[in-house]
């Protein structure tokens, strides 16, 4: 079983930036294809972010890309979101989440494993 711990949430201002981490455990790190999922209150979980197992492929929502970036440090189980220039309509709990394999994770229901979420919030 895949635990995932996520942290670095925070309440910040419109422009400000954040990085979100995720330690995995409980399985071989690269034998896991990572990502980064939102969800605002009263909304459906949206994409934000995903990483291959070895770091060398991205994928971005529209509403991110350019401003937040996924990478992976596969030495220490860790998966980052750094989120850049954060605007009101970012504000939502970020999970981490990952799924065995090698590819990328475009939607919420191709991940197996998922983190108990971090509150980012964001004032305008």
């Known amino acids: 079983q895949v635990q995932l711990v996520e942290s670095g949430g925070g309440l910040v201002q419109a422009g400000a930036s954040l990085t979100l981490a995720c330690v995995a455990s409980?399985?071989?790190?690269?034998?896991?294809?990572m990502g980064w999922l939102r969800q605002a209150p009263g909304k459906e979980r949206d994409f934000v972010a995903s990483?291959?197992?070895?770091?060398?492929?991205?994928y971005y929502a529209d509403s991110v890309k350019g401003r937040f970036t996924i990478s992976r440090d596969n030495a220490n189980n860790t998966v980052y979101l750094q989120m850049n220039s954060l605007q009101p309509e970012d504000t939502a709990v970020y999970y981490c989440?990952?799924?065995?394999?090698?590819?990328?994770?475009?939607?919420?229901?191709?991940?197996?494993?998922w983190g108990q979420g971090t509150q980012v919030t964001v004032s305008s």
């Open positions: 990483i291959n197992w070895r770091g060398g492929r991205t």
């Open positions: 409980g399985r071989t790190f690269e034998s896991l294809s």
């Open positions: 989440a990952a799924f065995v394999g090698y590819g990328l994770g475009y939607r919420s229901n191709e991940y197996q494993y």
